[in-house]
């Protein structure tokens, strides 16, 4: 996965953890689509856009909760026991009256008494610089120098009057006759920035994030961390950072954004989650709607998104969508009016999982999946980053907008229809236009392309489901010309008549007379010869598999191996299998 992928995986995630409990799909999809998770995509191409108002947005919470805690801090009362004078002591309990009692150097003899001059007492002092209250102070500093950086790098960019006259810039400042013929050219006022540019607004955010830190600065619990200072590669979550609200978020903000070790799941973990919520986005983009009574999805503090099923309805379709243990995502397609159901898997891999295909490329791994799928499964997809022609493969890239559009493809073809006649297309292919049809309870299966479909009534017409159309990997390579038998026109014979005469009776022959395979076949009913005619291009249209023509038959061999023998059996037409008995 290239480095670009990958950085917007990370940003994606810290954002879905940041989404954290309960949310419904419909919201995640509209965060995504706004742009709320660090980055959006430019329609007129494939680039990344990022979005800074979202970082500008996190950092500005972020400043608000280390603002609430300098206000109200968590603290440690210091008890030191001193010795007072007994005329200004104010704090003592027994165990001070106890030591005073015993000391006696603070002991005076006074007027014939003897009194205590001096007493045992003890001073509270709030110590500020608790291990939280540090690493508060630590986090203030990285965002004033990440704020301090960001500002830059935006100001850098700002529109300035020299650009508007010359868009390279080259020079430092314009004759001032060079700024008037300007306005006068555009014959208004020149707009270098407004307060709706988003540019802005991020600049003015961040301006006042860095404000209230630097106002922060100047208290008393700042300067007491800071001359103790802190150490952050031996960060430990104590019971203040993970129990109180704003400690809690400061924490899991320097863990999610900060710290070296922030991402605690893995990459394919993050792709996993980034292709759940993109599917989501392309089930909704593709004209569905969330169901009314679809449940929310949980996200943990890791991204993982947990839920039982979210469904969504379309016309005569609706689309649930579950994740099994092992990762893959499972799409049941309903066709409401006859009730008929499609089970599709995606297998999510990133690139990360390559060792998965055991040395094989990403087509054929996928034909491999799909080959090798249990009954019940209409079709099995891979999903991955790595680009493919295979109709099997969707590409999924991060750092493509093409992501998204190749999802939303998907579900448009797992929920294609075509209208149709019943009666025509039970035996007829809809896609091919072959005879080879064969029913799978149902549904309708073509032996030739491959295609499985389903037929039902709604609303006085026939409509067709194209389950599963042909896979271009699966295609096989035709034959450029097509094998045709005709029967050949009727040529008059001259015959030699023989008189019976010539010959004794019991000494004449019987005539039998044997016809070859070609010959039989120029006899045969014309059912006979269209039906030859497509069973032999049916079997040539695999690769390795060539005929040869005998005088008892017609032979299909797999190289050498003898596959197919199509021949005649008195006047029906015959074809034999090498199969094993056993089986």
């Not at 608000?64 to 030191?80: F, G, M, T, V």
């Not at 993970?242 to 605690?264: E, P």
């Not at 044997?514 to 059912?527: C, D, I, M, V, Y």
Request: charged share 25%; with cysteine; proline share 3%.
């Amino acid at each position: 996965m290239e480095n670009s992928s990958i950085e917007i995986l990370k940003l994606f995630t810290r954002k879905l953890v940041n989404c954290r409990y309960k949310i419904s799909a419909v919201k995640l999809a509209k965060y995504l689509n706004e742009g709320k998770f660090g980055y959006t995509f430019d329609e007129t191409g494939d680039n990344i856009i990022t979005n800074d108002s979202v970082f500008a947005d996190d950092v500005a919470l972020v400043v608000d909760r280390i603002r609430a805690i300098y206000n109200e801090p968590h603290i440690s009362l210091r008890k030191d026991e001193i010795v007072q004078n007994v005329s200004v002591a104010s704090k003592f309990d027994n165990r001070s009256i106890e030591a005073t009692y015993k000391d006696e150097k603070l002991w005076r003899v006074r007027l014939g008494e003897v009194a205590p001059e001096f007493i045992h007492t003890y001073v509270h002092e709030d110590n500020l610089a608790i291990y939280e209250n540090r690493f508060v102070t630590y986090l203030l500093d990285y965002l004033l120098d990440a704020i301090s950086k960001k500002l830059r790098a935006l100001c850098g960019d700002i529109q300035t009057f020299n650009l508007k006259i010359d868009e390279n810039g080259n020079e430092i400042a314009y004759p001032s006759d060079a700024y008037l013929r300007y306005t006068e050219k555009v014959e208004e006022i020149p707009v270098l920035a407004t307060l709706d540019d988003p540019e802005t607004n991020v600049i003015s955010s961040l301006l006042r994030s860095r404000s209230i830190l630097n106002s922060l600065r100047t208290y008393e619990i700042y300067k007491a961390c800071k001359k103790v200072g802190f150490n952050v590669k031996n960060l430990k979550p104590t019971n203040i950072l993970l129990k109180d609200a704003d400690y809690n978020y400061c924490y899991k903000f320097f863990i999610a954004y900060l710290h070296d070790k922030r991402f605690i799941t893995t990459q394919s973990k993050m792709y996993q989650g980034f292709v759940l919520v993109n599917t989501v986005s392309a089930i909704l983009d593709a004209g569905f709607t969330a169901d009314k009574d679809a449940q929310d999805i949980l996200i943990n503090d890791v991204a993982e998104l947990r839920f039982d099923k979210l469904v969504f309805n379309k016309g005569v379709f609706t689309i649930c969508v579950s994740m099994r243990k092992d990762g893959i995502m499972v799409i049941d397609v309903i066709e409401n009016p006859d009730n008929s159901t499609a089970r599709y898997f995606f297998k999510i891999m990133s690139s990360s999982l390559t060792e998965e295909m055991n040395g094989m490329t990403v087509s054929n791994y996928a034909k491999y999946l799909d080959d090798n799928r249990a009954d019940g499964i209409t079709r099995i997809f891979l999903v991955t980053d790595v680009a493919s022609n295979s109709d099997n493969v969707i590409y999924v890239a991060p750092d493509k907008l093409s992501a998204r559009k190749n999802l939303q493809s998907t579900i448009k073809t797992i929920t294609m229809l075509v209208q149709g006649v019943s009666f025509i297309h039970t035996k007829y292919c809809p896609v091919c236009g072959t005879q080879l049809i064969a029913p799978d309870g149902r549904d309708y299966v073509c032996t030739n392309c491959k295609t499985t479909y389903h037929i039902f009534h709604y609303e006085f017409h026939d409509y067709i489901w194209l389950k599963r159309l042909p896979n271009i990997v699966e295609k096989r390579a035709r034959t450029t010309e097509r094998f045709a038998f005709e029967r050949p026109e009727p040529v008059a014979v001259a015959t030699e008549t023989v008189a019976a005469t010539e010959v004794p009776e019991e000494k004449q022959l019987r005539r039998v007379v044997t016809k070859s395979f070609e010959g039989k076949l120029r006899q045969a009913k014309k059912e006979q010869i269209e039906f030859y005619n497509e069973l032999k291009n049916y079997l040539l249209s695999f690769k390795r598999v060539n005929s040869r023509l005998s005088w008892s038959c017609d032979s299909f061999n797999i190289g050498r191996e003898k596959a197919v023998k199509i021949g005649f059996r008195g006047q029906t037409m015959v074809a034999y299998l090498a199969l094993n008995p056993n089986d």
